[in-house]
């Protein structure tokens, strides 16, 4: 059984830039939902997909989006890049809708922006 | 607003000691509870899930037990191992947003285990 996979494992940004970030779901898993880990903190919620629609969101700006695609797959998009994005990007996968069930992560991809 | 916490941040202890991590939550209606161990840089691991309806789960050498009154639960590490050195996350999954807010996570207890 493959587990949640992210990609890149890290990136360098500068500010204003735009960058995306990727995770394959477990197979069998049709969620997907992303966290933002700043340093020394607890991750943050960004958002879920269920069936490749948001169904959930945590207090993140519109310039944090996302997609979710037929095989279960995901993207987090990030545009106009500020200094305070750097942090560790985490991508959760879990079976069925809603947050009630548990949760496999991968290990995450690290932002960095100048 | 609805917060987890844990105590203590950080906890260094010798090797083969029992120990206990604490979590708090501020809302009793909770779908369930969960306990990750994070290793630096890395991902999360799930350790235990307990389900609303449960008092504790058990895995190996971990026990985690939940008081949804109290808005308490507690992770028993027995015979600590220099392996068990990590941050200790618990999570919580409100009911309020339907489930679909996501985890509600607590900064994390930093443990060292010395051998």
Redesign the interface.
Known sequence: ETGVTQSPTHLIKTRGQQVTLRCSSQSGHNTVSWYQQALGQGPQFIFQYYREEENGRGNFPPRFSGLQFPNYSSELNVNALELDDSALYLCASSPGGGNTGELFFGEGSRLTVL | KQE?TQIPAALSVPEGENLVLNCSFTDSAI??L?W?RQDP??????LL?IQSSQREQTSGRLNASLDKSSGRSTLYIAASQPGDSATY?C?V?YVR????????????THLIIQP
């Open positions: 987890v779908y369930n969960q990750f840089g890395k991902g999360l691991t799930s899930l996350l999570a999954t947003g339907g489930g679909a807010d996501g985890l509600t996570f607590g900064k994390g």
